[in-house]
C-alpha cells in the first residue's frame, strides 16, 4: 500500500514539474490513510486556469471541486506537496465520482485570483473555483467585493477557538468570519550569536544598543526595514489615520521613533551594511558568517536557516519601553462557490486543510508557523525555540498596514535615508509624513 502512495506522490511531481514548480526538500512521510487503487485512478488534477476573455460554455460530465492556489505556497516543496495530496486523497476516498482540481494562479494583477473573479462571474462562471487560498491582506476586498462567503456556519466553531489570536482577528470582518487563515507570516524577532551573547538580551533598545562587543545587521532598504519602523512608531503610541479616518502619520511620534534607529547607527551598533540590503535571506547569510552579531530575522528563516552545526540564539525585538509587539500577516483559505452544494462541498474539503494534524504537519516540513494552537502538538516537543514562538504568537497583532501602501513606502524610504546616514530622523519623518498626506 505504501508503493501505491507513492506512485501518487511521483504522478503529482511530475504535474509540477510541467508547471515548472521546483521541490525544495525531500519527501515526507503521509499523515492520512494509504489511498486505494480507486483513488488513485481518480487522482486529484493540478493544472494551469484557462483565460478568461471571451463568453465560453462548459459542459460538465463528472461533478467536479476547483481549488485556486498561488504558485509557491501549497506545492512550494516535495514535501510539502506530499502531505497536500494525501488530504486531497483522503477527501476523494468519501467523494470517489467527484472530480478534485487544482490550479494554480497569481494573488495579484490581470491574471490574479481576485481579478478571475471579479470577471469570471459574468464570463465564464462554470470554470471559477469553489475553495481558494488567499493573503489575508486581501480578505476584506474580496468579502466587500461578495467574492466570497461567511464561513460561520460552515466550519467547527471549534476550528475558530483554537486560532492563535492575531490569525482569529485576520480571519473577520465586521461580525463575519470571511476567511481561515492557515499558517501566520513574517513574525519577526531577534537572533544572536551565543558565543558572543551569553545572557538574556535586554528588552529595551537603548540598553541593547550599549551591548558590549555587539551589533545588529537588518535590511534596511526592503520590507523588513519598513516593518521596523512601523513598530516602533506604534510602540511611540503612533496611528496610521487621521481624524477624518484618511492614511495619516504623525510627525513627531515618527521623529522619535527614527532616533531610535539613528541612535543605534550612530553608536555603530546598527552595521553599515544594513543600508545595503533588502531582504531577510541576505542578513541572514551575513550573520551566519559571523559578521554580526544580532540579526533582525524572521520565524521562517529563523525554522529554515537553523542546522545542527549553526542554532543561534533567538530574542523579542527590543523597544523603546519593552519588547515591541510582533506585526504579522498569513494566509487564508476562503470560499467562493456561488451554489449552496458546492459550499457545502469546499467547506468539507476546508475542515480537512485546517485540522490540526494535517496544518502541523505540513507546516512542519514547510517551515512555516501555524494558525492554531492544537497544530503544534505534531511539533518536536523538545524544542525549546517553540516555546518562545508560541509566546510571541500569543501577543502578535496584526499588521494595520499592507505591504504595498503609502505609508509603508513612506516609512521604507525614511529607514533607508536614516540608517544610511542621508537625513536626519527628523528630516526623514517630514517627507514620510508629507508622502502620505492626501
Not at 25 to 41: K, L
Not at 93 to 120: A, C, F, M
Not at 213 to 226: D, R, S
Not at 382 to 395: G, K, P, S, V
Request: charged share 15%.
Amino acid at each position: 500500500m505504501c508503493h501505491k502512495r507513492s506512485l501518487f506522490a511521483i504522478w503529482l511531481l511530475f504535474l509540477l514539474s510541467a508547471c515548472d514548480l521546483i521541490g525544495r526538500a525531500p519527501a515526507q512521510p503521509a499523515v492520512t490513510p494509504t489511498p486505494t487503487a480507486e483513488t488513485v485512478e481518480a487522482a486529484p488534477i493540478l493544472q494551469s486556469t484557462p483565460d478568461i476573455a471571451v463568453p465560453i460554455t462548459v459542459t460538465e460530465t463528472t461533478p467536479s471541486l476547483t481549488i485556486w492556489i498561488p504558485p509557491d505556497t501549497l506545492l512550494s516543496s516535495e514535501a510539502g506537496t506530499a502531505v497536500f495530496s494525501n488530504q486531497l486523497l483522503a477527501f476523494q476516498t468519501t467523494h470517489p465520482d467527484l472530480e478534485t482540481r487544482v490550479e494554480q494562479k497569481p494573488v495579484t494583477g490581470q491574471g490574479g485570483i481576485l481579478s478571475y473573479l471579479r470577471t469570471g462571474a459574468n464570463v465564464a462562471p462554470n470554470i471559477l473555483p469553489d475553495l481558494i487560498m488567499l493573503p489575508t491582506n486581501q480578505l476584506a476586498a474580496a468579502a466587500n467585493e461578495n467574492l466570497i462567503y461567511p464561513l460561520d456556519d460552515l466550519i467547527d466553531p471549534a476550528a475558530l477557538d483554537d486560532l492563535y489570536p492575531a490569525a482569529r482577528s485576520l480571519s473577520r470582518s465586521g461580525e463575519q468570519t470571511i476567511g481561515y487563515p492557515f499558517i501566520i507570516t513574517n513574525l519577526t524577532h531577534l537572533a544572536y550569536q551565543g558565543s558572543v551573547i551569553t545572557s538574556t538580551p535586554p528588552l529595551r533598545w537603548h540598553e541593547l544598543i550599549a551591548t558590549k562587543n555587539a551589533n545588529l545587521i537588518f535590511p534596511a532598504a526592503g520590507q523588513e526595514g519598513a516593518n521596523l519602523a512601523l513598530q516602533f512608531y506604534l510602540a511611540e503610541g503612533g496611528t496610521l489615520v487621521n481624524e477624518a479616518g484618511q492614511p495619516a502619520l504623525d510627525a513627531p511620534l515618527l521623529t522619535m521613533a527614527l532616533q531610535q534607529l539613528n541612535q543605534g547607527r550612530s553608536n555603530q551598533f546598527i552595521l553599515q551594511q544594513s543600508s545595503n540590503m533588502a531582504a531577510i535571506e541576505e542578513t541572514w547569510q551575513f550573520f551566519q558568517e559571523g559578521t554580526a552579531v544580532f540579526a533582525l530575522t524572521t520565524a521562517e528563516q529563523y525554522l529554515a536557516g537553523r542546522t545542527p552545526e549553526f542554532s543561534p540564539g533567538y530574542a523579542v525585538i527590543a523597544g523603546p519601553n519593552g519588547p515591541l509587539t510582533p506585526l504579522v500577516d498569513g494566509w487564508a483559505w476562503a470560499i467562493s462557490a456561488a451554489d449552496p452544494t458546492r459550499r457545502a462541498l469546499a467547506a468539507e474539503m476546508l475542515d480537512l486543510l485546517i485540522s490540526s494534524p494535517y496544518l502541523g504537519e505540513w507546516s512542519l516540513v514547510e517551515n512555516r508557523l501555524p494558525s492554531r494552537h492544537q497544530a503544534f502538538t505534531v511539533w518536536p516537543n523538545d524544542d525549546t525555540y517553540l516555546n518562545f514562538i508560541q509566546l510571541e504568537l500569543e501577543r502578535a497583532q496584526p499588521d494595520p498596514a499592507a505591504p504595498s501602501s503609502p505609508i509603508m513606502e513612506a516609512l521604507g524610504n525614511a529607514v533607508f535615508d536614516v540608517v544610511s546616514l542621508a537625513q536626519t530622523p527628523q528630516e526623514a519623518a517630514g517627507e514620510a509624513v508629507t508622502a502620505v498626506q492626501p
